[in-house]
């Protein structure tokens, strides 16, 4: 069975720093993707970031950028130049053919940018 | 513009009542889901279909039904059997590509 593990419930940056955001997973099929997702305090989801398990180079949008070990099976999240807007829940997925695409979801690291 | 509807936003509800809550999409995704979330806590799948007129259970499924008649639709039912509904539930849809979940804005459930 997948299972995602973020072990930092909270955690807090200084406002224009760089954050890392851990995620680790298990998983015994070969092809699947992770997805990074931001839930504000209004409970949207918005989509951050993918990686697609044969993807050779880490994927990157914008300030976000995903530090994606295959081995290890982490997939950690990084913004950059942190700003207060950035404070929010922050969830780790995957999905994975083998178990018929639906996603799921890590407990979850709230974000608190200091100004 | 192309999205996701879930209605009503805040529900409150009497004990022992069912309810249903509503999720629209005009994406033509196949694939749409619903989560349930608790506070503080992560997503957990409650059912899923990935077409028309057929759905599967998710991991919390007892205590809650669904259809699918439309491909535009996914009424998520709470029933008086779900012994904790007070929570929070967001109705998602997916195409193809990488699999990437677009979320509705989610309900908000308050059982009195």
């Known amino acids: 069975a997948q299972k995602i593990t973020q072990t930092q419930p909270g955690m807090f940056v200084q406002e224009k720093e760089a954050v890392t955001l851990d995620c680790t997973y298990d998983?015994?099929?070969?092809?699947?993707?992770l997805f990074w997702y931001k839930q504000p305090s209004s409970g949207e989801m918005i989509f951050l970031i993918y990686q697609g398990s044969y993807d050779e180079q880490n994927a990157t949008e914008g300030r976000y950028s995903l530090n994606f070990q295959k081995a290890r099976k982490s997939a950690n999240l990084v913004i950059s130049a942190s700003q207060l807007g950035d404070s929010a829940m922050y969830f780790c997925?995957?999905?994975?053919?083998?178990?018929?695409?639906?996603?799921?979801f890590g407990a979850g690291t709230r974000l608190t940018v200091k100004p | 513009d192309g999205g996701i509807t879930q209605s009503p936003k805040y529900l409150f509800r009497k004990e022992g009542q069912n309810v249903t809550l509503s999720c629209e999409q005009n994406l033509n995704h196949d694939a749409m889901y619903w989560y349930r979330q608790d506070p503080g806590q992560g997503l957990r799948l409650i059912y899923y279909s990935q077409i028309v007129n057929d759905f599967q259970k998710g991991d919390i499924a007892e205590g809650y039904s669904v259809s699918r008649e439309k491909k535009e639709s996914f009424p998520l039912t709470v029933t008086s059997a779900q012994k904790n509904p007070t929570a929070f539930y967001l109705c998602?849809?997916?195409?193809?590509?990488?699999?990437?979940?677009?979320f509705g804005e989610g309900s908000r459930l308050t059982v009195l």
């Open positions: 998602a849809s997916t195409g193809a590509g990488t699999g990437e979940l677009f």
């Open positions: 998983t015994s099929d070969q092809s699947y993707g």
């Open positions: 997925a995957m999905i994975s053919p083998y178990n018929n695409n639906d996603m799921r």
